[in-house]
Nanobody, 115 residues
């Protein structure tokens, strides 16, 4: 079992930045992949970025350019730095862990970008 807790969401203005964090209940070195997704109202959940074993990072088209994923093995957290936020980035952001073929999800953190 892997428990995930996201934090860092909130209300920001267009152009501002946010840093989301996902704290895992186990060593992230033992996790095959950790990912950030988001789901906007009325839309499907979409993949943003992944960090795999060996700290290999990969970005989906939605996450390229303005988003950076990173991990901290000392605190077992995975972060998502989001810059130049736009209103269309408004969504619930979810952390996902994949371990041994099983997917685990956090409860999500709301990000709202509005002036």
């Amino acid at each position: 079992q892997v428990q995930l807790v996201e934090s860092g969401g909130g209300l920001v203005q267009p152009g501002e930045s946010l840093r989301l964090s996902c704290a895992a209940s186990t060593s992230i070195r033992s996790i095959d992949a950790m990912r950030w997704y988001r789901q906007a109202p009325g839309k499907q959940r979409e993949l943003l970025a992944s960090v795999l074993r060996g700290n290999i990072r990969d970005y989906a088209d939605s996450g390229k350019g303005r988003f950076t994923i990173s991990r901290d093995t000392a605190t077992n957290t995975v972060n998502l730095q989001m810059n130049s936020l736009k209103p269309e980035d408004t969504a619930v952001y979810y952390c996902n862990a994949q371990k041994g073929g099983t997917d685990y999800w956090g409860q999500g953190t709301q990000v709202t970008v509005s002036s």
